[in-house]
């Protein structure tokens, strides 16, 4: 097998990652991010080439190692955000499938540009499930939440959908950002339009990322803010899911 030195800024491995995709996996988390969203948990993982540098070759050889672990899992790409290494990313990924590893991708879309699209179309091809992260429907709040703009992810996800990549949404419940019935219903209906969205995830808010402000001398942008409950979650799981059914079949008959 030829030998892959891409090499990646890698702010930490987890060996036995059990929430970011199916069984248990190798998670990588990248080294930068250009969101500055207020709920954010990994402010450490925000400045570029900072952390270690690993090439792809000794991320799969530690894959490898515990292989058997690993029998209904893989590896998953998160950060920060894996799309900030656009090349290491797909240097990472081809080299798994070369190896039939199962790769996940948990990103915002943030940096998806058309100019791209050969880059992004290798990417596609090599990504066995996207998780994306999908922070607020309309473009102002979008732009107050994360501090970027909605139209790449919204970008990101056509392109997703025409490569034909199986995608699950991930959503955040905020008090007072995405906690109210027009808000999930736009979510709804984003993922409508994008047949490859296979599976949604809600999450409630809570602070535990508070502490990493704290000790990397930041303010914590939602000081005070309250936690929510797991059944809040639920109730916008429901709401969205009911929003997907009512888009589809609005779109269907029309
Ligand atoms: S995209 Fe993820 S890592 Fe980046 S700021 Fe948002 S929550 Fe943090």
């Known amino acids: 097998m030829m030998e892959c030195k891409e090499t990646g800024y890698i702010h930490s491995l987890e ?15 990248f080294q930068g991010c250009p969101m500055r969203c207020l709920y954010c948990h990994n402010p450490d993982t925000w400045a570029p080439k900072k952390g270690q540098t690993m090439t792809v070759d000794e991320i799969l050889d530690i894959y490898e190692k515990n292989k058997g672990f690993y029998s209904k ?10 799309l900030m290494q656009l090349d290491f990313l797909i240097a990472l990924f081809e ?3 070369k190896r039939k590893i199962h790769t996940c991708l948990d990103t915002s879309g943030i940096l998806y540009r058309k100019e791209k699209d050969e880059a992004y179309r290798r990417l596609f091809a090599s990504t066995d499930l996207l998780l994306l992260d999908l922070k607020h429907s309309q473009a102002d709040t979008h732009k107050t939440l994360t501090g970027q703009a909605l139209q790449s992810v ?6 997703a959908d025409k490569s034909g990549v199986s995608a699950i949404i991930r959503h955040v419940v905020v008090k007072g950002y995405t906690d109210t019935p027009k808000e999930w219903d736009g979510i709804g209906k984003i993922i409508a339009e994008h047949k490859n969205v296979k599976g949604l995830e809600v999450l409630p808010y809570h602070n535990m990322g508070e502490i990493k402000y704290k000790e990397l001398g930041l303010s914590y942008p939602l000081q005070g803010m309250e936690n929510l409950s797991k059944e809040l979650a639920q109730k916008a799981r429901q709401t969205i899911l009911q929003s997907i ?5 609005q ?4």
């Open 251 to 254: 779109n269907h008959l029309s």
């Open 15 to 29: 060996t036995f990652g059990t929430i970011d995709g199916p069984g248990i996996r190798l998670v990588v988390f």
């Open 95 to 97: 080299g798994a499938k």
């Open 73 to 82: 899992g893989g590896i998953t790409a998160t950060g920060g955000e894996p």
């Open 245 to 249: 059914r009512k888009y589809r079949s």
């Open 154 to 159: 919204l970008e990101f996800l056509d392109a």
